[in-house]
């Protein structure tokens, strides 16, 4: 029976700039950062979580040129990756993270019956929500 | 090009009930308003135009299913200026009036970026904007 998940992927077009916006702004901690030859194994996670987001970035050795740039263009329109977070305070966490510089909200806090969630994008374009779960819904999942 | 357009696709997506004309989303995108209408078509699909009508019958779907308000209120809600152009939208969306689509469907129980996807109206995007408006200023007709 699987009793983990390890590892989850998600495309972005530029490794340095995905690390300094999932930690510095997203407020995630570096995982791995492990080079071998030209390919770095870059991963970030939640604080306290073990599971781990694999910054992946299109191109070789994984992908061929025209793969690739497939794969870009669909990045840069919002067609591929996505993450859902969750936090214990969703309108303090949209105060902190204006205040980091995060701009590109898609959407801001909004109440729903399963709890309140916000929207915004990573600088590439891939969606993230993060959710602070309603006691409906915690009973529910419960 | 294209995150520039996604960042215009997401502010119709949050400004879908304010006054929207091509000039200003296409202003979001640094792009100007001949160039984006058909970038916009070229990678998403669709006009912005008819993004934005789907969009705003999407909310109108939802306020129907889950709220009271009236049918006139609710075309108001989402940004539509007239009577006349929401249903006359909506039907040619949806496939039913506004108030048919109501009395069939009750509360959707999914969590919000799924349902506001799932639940958004697919329909063909033959219809070609009249203007560069977005539709919400036409003349009122009868619904």
């Keep these: ?142 | 090009m294209n995150r520039r357009l996604l960042r215009a696709r997401d502010a119709m997506d949050r400004a879908y009930a304010e006054p929207l004309d091509v000039r200003s989303v296409a202003a979001v995108a640094n792009i100007s308003e001949a160039h984006f209408s058909r970038s916009f078509r070229a990678t998403f699909g669709e006009t912005p135009h008819r993004y934005l009508q789907r969009r705003r019958v999407e909310r109108s779907m939802f306020l129907l299913r889950e709220t009271d308000r009236s049918v006139t209120d609710i075309c108001f809600d989402v940004g539509f200026m007239s009577l006349g152009t929401f249903s006359r939208t909506f039907r040619e969306i949806v496939g039913e009036t506004p108030s048919d689509y109501r009395a069939a469907n009750g509360p959707v129980m999914a969590p919000n970026c799924i349902w506001m996807a799932a639940t958004r109206p697919r329909a063909a995007s033959s219809v070609a904007p009249r203007s560069s408006s977005f539709g919400e200023a036409d003349a009122p007709a009868a619904p």
């Design chain 1, 1 to 142: 029976m699987i009793n983990k998940l390890n590892v989850a992927s998600i495309f972005v077009l530029d490794k340095d700039e995905a690390l300094d916006f999932y930690v510095n702004k997203l407020g995630l901690e570096k995982g791995q950062d492990v080079k071998q030859g030209s390919y770095r194994w870059l991963t970030v996670r939640v604080p306290g979580n073990g599971t781990e987001i694999n910054l992946e970035q299109p191109g070789s050795p994984l992908h061929d040129d025209a793969t690739a740039a497939q794969l870009r263009e669909l990045i840069a329109k919002g067609a591929m990756s996505s993450l859902v977070f969750s936090t214990d305070d969703v309108r303090g966490l949209y105060e902190t993270l204006q205040e980091r510089g995060v701009t590109d909200f898609t959407q801001e806090p909004i109440e729903h019956f399963y709890g309140t969630d916000m929207g915004l994008r990573d600088p590439f374009g891939n969606a993230i929500r993060i959710l602070q779960q309603g006691k409906v819904a915690q009973k529910v999942t419960v």
